[in-house]
C-alpha cells in the first residue's frame, strides 16, 4: 500500500503519520534507483544458508513483506554514521586508520571474475600501544542486546557472519599477518568494544569454498540445500525469502 494513500485509513493522519509516510516513501524511492550489486558480497558468505545467498546473488525479489522499507533503510543509515564517527574517534586517539585509496573509494577486492566482491571498512597502518600493523579494521554497530552478547562471548561465537567476513577480508587483502581490530559500537548506549581477532585460515578458505559452490550452483540452475528441514527453523523465521523458500 503507497504509505502517501491517507484516502483509505480509517482515522485521519496524524502529523507524524504524513511526515513519516514521506520520509519511508522518499527513502524507498531513492533506493529503488540504486543499481542492485551484481555480485556476491564477501560480507555475507558466513551466512549458513547457501540457498539464502543464491537468492541474493540471483536477485530473486524479497517476500512482499520483507521489501526493504524505510525503517530498514534508515538503519543501514545510521551505521554508516556510526562508523564514520568511529573513524573520527580512532583517528584522534592516535590510530592512523586508513578508509579510502587515493582515489577516495573503500578499499576491497574483487575475484572470481569479480563475481565475489567485498569492500573494507579500512586499514591501521599505526597506532600507540605498539599494535601490531597492517590491521584490518571492522566496524559494526549493534543494540544493546546484540552488543552486550559481542562484549560476553567474543564476536567470533556472538557473530560468526562478521568473524568469517573478517576472515575473508584479511586473506584477500593480504592482511593475515596481524589480528584484525573489530569495533562494536552500543547504539543505545554509545559504549564501545574494541577486539583483535587473529586471522582464522581455515574459516577463510571455507567461505571461498562455500562462495564457488553457489556460484557454479547459480551457473548450473541448481538450488542448494536448505539451512534446515523446517520453515519453523529460527534462521527461517527471519529470512525475506521464507515465502518464496517454502512455497
Ligand atoms: S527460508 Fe530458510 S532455508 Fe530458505 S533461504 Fe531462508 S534461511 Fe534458507
Known sequence: MDPLDFNHREKPPQFVDVVNARIDTALTLENSTREPRAYLGGSRLGESCARKLQYEYLKVPRDPEREFNGK???IFAVGHV??????????????????????GDQFGFAVADGR??????????AGPDDLAVPALWECKSANAKNWRDIVKRGVAVSKPVYAAQIALYQAYLGLTDHPAVFTAINKDTCELWHELVPFNG??????????VRILQACDAGEWLPRVAADPDHFECTWCDWKQRCWS
Open 72 to 74: 530498514t533503510l534508515r
Open 82 to 103: 556510526f562508523e564514520d564517527l568511529a573513524v573520527d574517534w580512532l583517528t584522534k586517539a592516535g590510530y592512523d586508520l586508513r578508509t579510502r585509496n587515493s582515489s
Open 116 to 125: 565475489v566482491r567485498g569492500h573494507i571498512d579500512g586499514v591501521i597502518v
Open 202 to 211: 581455515a574459516l577463510a578458505q571455507a567461505c571461498s569454498d562455500k562462495a
